[in-house]
Nanobody
Framework: QVQLVESGGGLVQAGGTLRLSCAAS????????MGWFRQAPGKDREFVAA????????DYAASVRGRFTISRDNVKNTGFLQMNSLNPDDTAVYYC?????????????????WGQGTQVTVSS
């Protein structure tokens, strides 16, 4: 079982940066692929980025590629999402998720473990 806790959200002006963290508990985190998703009011939860268990493979949604960077530290059982050049369209609750499945995926239902989310608000 993996428990996830996000932090680092907040209010930032357009063009600003934030770094989200996802602290994991449980011995199996280092064997789990990890993803970041976001959900804006009235919208479905959408894929943002994913990283393989080893950290060697990453995937990004087109809307954030080149601006966001996903990473992880398996020694510290922590995942990260560095967000640069933020714009108001990035405003959402951001969730980290983990899956024991080996295939990197963008599918919400593929992930078994979820954090509670952290709010990111970008003002124009």
């Amino acid at each position: 079982q993996v428990q996830l806790v996000e932090s680092g959200g907040g209010l930032v002006q357009a063009g600003g940066t934030l770094r989200l963290s996802c602290a994991a508990s449980g011995r199996t985190f280092s064997s789990c692929a990890m993803g970041w998703f976001r959900q804006a009011p009235g919208k479905d939860r959408e894929f943002v980025a994913a990283i393989s268990a080893s950290g060697a493979v990453t995937d990004y949604a087109a809307s954030v590629r080149g601006r966001f960077t996903i990473s992880r530290d398996n020694v510290k059982n922590t995942g990260f999402l560095q967000m640069n050049s933020l714009n108001p369209d990035d405003t959402a609750v951001y969730y980290c998720a983990a899956t024991a499945r080996s295939v990197l995926t963008r599918l919400v239902f593929w992930y078994e473990h979820w954090g509670q989310g952290t709010q990111v608000t970008v003002s124009s």
